[in-house]
């Protein structure tokens, strides 16, 4: 499995609302249709950040996407296809900023918890 997250910051012109809208709306009945895509999943900010634990700078994304393709052939693919293109004029017509990270999902599970003796 090839995994690739995308970190998004959103074109000066587009308030945060209307790049989600965009996104969503627009940008993902096209990205969906890449061929070989095996998952697609959008991440969006929670807007206002009051969780525990925020850093101290407000976080420079506007969105976090992932792919996974099952090989690097797919992957390959589905990028080297003409709809990659469209995709691609798409994204750069709404974003000021993209960074794409090829990455290995290690996933690791939560600490069980410690049984008390009552």
């Avoid at 895509?37 to 996407?65: F, I």
Wanted: net charge negative.
């Amino acid at each position: 499995m090839v995994k690739i997250v995308w970190l998004l910051k959103r074109a000066p012109h587009l308030s945060p609302q209307e790049f989600e809208r965009w996104w969503i709306d627009h940008h993902v009945p096209i990205a969906r249709s890449a061929p070989r895509l095996r998952r697609y999943v959008v991440n969006l900010p929670s807007r206002p950040d009051q969780l525990a634990g925020k850093p101290a700078t407000e976080c420079e994304w506007d969105g976090v996407a992932e792919q996974w393709f099952d090989s690097e052939e797919d992957l390959n693919a589905a990028y080297s296809r003409p709809v990659a293109g469209t995709i691609r004029a798409d994204t750069l017509a709404h974003v000021a900023r993209l960074e794409r990270l090829i990455v290995r999902e290690i996933e690791i599970p939560p600490e069980p918890p410690a049984h008390h003796a009552g």
